[in-house]
C-alpha cells in the first residue's frame, strides 16, 4: 500500500484547490501519483478548479473578524481586481474571515471547516473557482488572542467592512477602559499599516535577520578606513537606526510624527490607571511575497487577435 505523506496531500491541494480528505482520497485511489490524481479529482467534477490552479493568483482581499479579546485575519486571493470586487467573493471572504476566528487562525483547520451553506471551505472555494472562471486560493490565515484585553482591527482600502487590500490586528494587554483601549488600538493598528514593522521589540527580530544586518553595516563601515573600535561603534548606530525604522515599539508614530510608539503606550496606560502592555500584531497585504509576472496588456490583445 503506498504511504500517502502530507506533503503529498499539499501538493496535490496546491494544483487542484480541491478539499484534504478529497486529496488523499484521489491519491489512495491512483497509488500516489499526483498527475493521475488530478485527473481522478477532474472527474469527480472539479474539472475547472483543476484546469486555472496553475494560475497566478496574486490579487484579492484581506477580511477580518474580530470579537472581545479575539481576532483573525485571512488573505483569500484571485487573478484580478474584478473578481475581487464581485459580491460572490467578498461573501467568500467575509465566511472564511469567520471560519478563521472560529479555528483560531489555523489554515488547516480553516480549509477543511464546515462552510456556511454546507461543504467544507476548500470545497466552496473550488465550486466557487469553477463558477467564476478565475484560479483562488486561500493563502494564509492568523489569530491573536488577549485575556484580560482587546484586538482590535484596521482594514486599509476597504471594499466593504472588514474587507481591503491591507488588515491589521492588534492585541492590547490590560485591565484598563475598554472604550479607551480600543481607541489606543485602532490608532496603532493604522500605524502598523502604515509603517510595516517586521517585530514588535528587538527580541522578537530573527537573530538571521540581525546577523544579516550586522555584516552589511560591518562591510559598509570598513570601507571608511577608520580603527575596529571606531567601527564597532558605526556598526551599532547602524543598528540602533534599524530597530527604530524595522521595531513597533521604536518606531515614530505616525499620528504625531514624533513620539515613539512604546511611549505613547506606556502614556496611554498612565492615562487609564492600568498597565497596557501590546501583546502582538499582525498585517497582511495582499498580494505580498508573491512573485506575480509584469504583463503588456496591449500586447497580450495584439497577440490574440493575430496582429
Known amino acids: 500500500m503506498t504511504n500517502i505523506t502530507a506533503g503529498m496531500v499539499k501538493d496535490l491541494r496546491d494544483k487542484t484547490g480541491a478539499g484534504m480528505m478529497d486529496c488523499k482520497g484521489a491519491l489512495a485511489e491512483t497509488g500516489g501519483d499526483v498527475e493521475a490524481a488530478v485527473d481522478w479529482l477532474r472527474k469527480k467534477g472539479l474539472a475547472k478548479a483543476a484546469k486555472k490552479a496553475g494560475r497566478i493568483a496574486a490579487?484579492?482581499?484581506?477580511?477580518?473578524?474580530?470579537?472581545?479579546g479575539r481576532g483573525a485575519v485571512v488573505e483569500v486571493n484571485s487573478e484580478t481586481d474584478f473578481v475581487a470586487r464581485g459580491d460572490e467573493f467578498q461573501n467568500f471572504v467575509r465566511k472564511a474571515a469567520q471560519r478563521a476566528w472560529a479555528t483560531e487562525g489555523d489554515l488547516e483547520r480553516l480549509l477543511e471547516s464546515a462552510f456556511e451553506g454546507g461543504g467544507t471551505t476548500a470545497e466552496v472555494l473550488s465550486a466557487l473557482v469553477g463558477k467564476i472562471g478565475e484560479n483562488m486560493s486561500v493563502r494564509r490565515s492568523a489569530a491573536l488572542s488577549v485575556e484580560p484585553g482587546v484586538v482590535v482591527s484596521y482594514v486599509h482600502n476597504a471594499v466593504a467592512p472588514d474587507l481591503g487590500k491591507i488588515g491589521v490586528?492588534?492585541?492590547?494587554?490590560?485591565?484598563?477602559?475598554?472604550?479607551k483601549l480600543a481607541a489606543l488600538g485602532k490608532q496603532i493598528a493604522m500605524h502598523v499599516a502604515a509603517a510595516n514593522p517586521i517585530a514588535l521589540n528587538v527580541e522578537s527580530i530573527p537573530s538571521d535577520v540581525v546577523a544579516r544586518e550586522r555584516a552589511i553595516y560591518a562591510d559598509q563601515a570598513r570601507e571608511s578606513g577608520k580603527p575596529e573600535n571606531v567601527i564597532e561603534k558605526m556598526i551599532e548606530g547602524r543598528l540602533r537606526k534599524f530597530y527604530e525604522e524595522s521595531v513597533l515599539l521604536q518606531?515614530?508614530?505616525?499620528?504625531?510624527?514624533?513620539?515613539?510608539?512604546?511611549?505613547?503606550?506606556?502614556?496611554?496606560?498612565?492615562?487609564?490607571?492600568?498597565?497596557?502592555?501590546?501583546?502582538g500584531f499582525v498585517r497582511f497585504a495582499v498580494g505580498e511575497g508573491i512573485d506575480k509576472p509584469v504583463t503588456d496588456f496591449a500586447a497580450e490583445v495584439k497577440a490574440t487577435a493575430g496582429i
Open 169 to 179: 490586528l492588534v492585541a492590547l494587554q490590560s485591565t484598563g477602559d475598554a472604550g
Open 251 to 279: 518606531q515614530v508614530f505616525v499620528v504625531d510624527g514624533e513620539t515613539q510608539v512604546g511611549k505613547v503606550v506606556e502614556n496611554a496606560a498612565k492615562d487609564m490607571g492600568a498597565p497596557v502592555a501590546v501583546a
Open 59 to 68: 490579487d484579492g482581499l484581506i477580511g477580518i473578524s474580530t470579537q472581545g
